[in-house]
């Protein structure tokens, strides 16, 4: 009987040493990759492209490039028409005089992962929810050096900062004090189960009298 109470609480020890295993050292999750949740702005100036993110109520193309951190300069006498983004192209006197053919911002658009030349000014499309809209300087032939899902990555914000980290340990320490406390338990009743099962086989001892 010692033997099978010996074995019950080994059994006891084994199964809280696997749970406690499966609770704490189990594999996490992939987290999935942020995206920028809503309009993603992309301009492509001389092959560098940089992402900014509209994360508000956007009522057009030209809203959607200014509530994602772009700067905008118009040519003069010419509202409508874009002369520099964010200082680009810099040479001096850009903006006194309309832009060349060869050398202007285009702007396009990705409602998938295609780039479409748009066909309207930006200040007179509204952008698709969770669309990607593009600017590139240059002759108007060539789409954003980058493709509309990366630009939604690039615009995702920024991951949280260090201050975050003693929460995470926090809540590291607190599953290991919940887990040890489950397999104490665990222990608990089942030695206490293989002792009761002992004593219910053996039962109580007869003590013969002496004649």
Not at 30 to 49: I, K, L, Y
Not at 68 to 78: D, I, K, N, P, Y
Not at 107 to 127: I, K, L, T
Not at 167 to 187: C, E, K, P, R
């Amino acid at each position: 009987m010692a033997t099978t109470f010996l074995r019950t609480a080994f059994a006891a020890l084994l199964c809280s040493t696997l749970l406690l295993t499966g609770v704490t050292a189990g594999p996490s999750p992939a987290s999935a990759q942020e995206v920028c949740d809503g309009v993603t702005v992309v301009v492509d100036f001389d092959g560098n492209p940089e992402a900014g993110c509209a994360t508000g109520e956007v009522s057009s193309g030209l809203d959607a490039l200014r509530q994602a951190g772009f700067t905008v300069e118009f040519v003069t006498g010419q509202p409508g028409m874009i002369c520099q983004i964010n200082g680009q192209p810099g040479e001096a006197g850009t903006c006194a005089t309309s832009p060349s053919t060869d050398a202007y911002w285009s702007y396009w658009h990705a409602d998938g992962d295609e780039w479409e030349f748009s066909s309207f000014g930006a200040s007179m499309r509204v952008p698709a929810s969770a669309g990607v809209e593009g600017w590139v300087f240059g002759d108007g032939g060539n789409e954003p050096d980058i493709s509309p899902d990366k630009a939604r990555a690039l615009a995702a914000p920024a991951e949280s900062d260090e201050s975050d980290e003693p929460d995470s340990a926090a809540d590291t320490s607190t599953t290991w004090d919940l887990s040890w406390l489950v397999a104490l338990v665990l222990i608990g009743a089942i030695v206490a189960l293989g002792y009761w099962q002992m004593r219910r086989r053996t039962g109580p001892r007869s003590v013969k009298k002496r004649s």
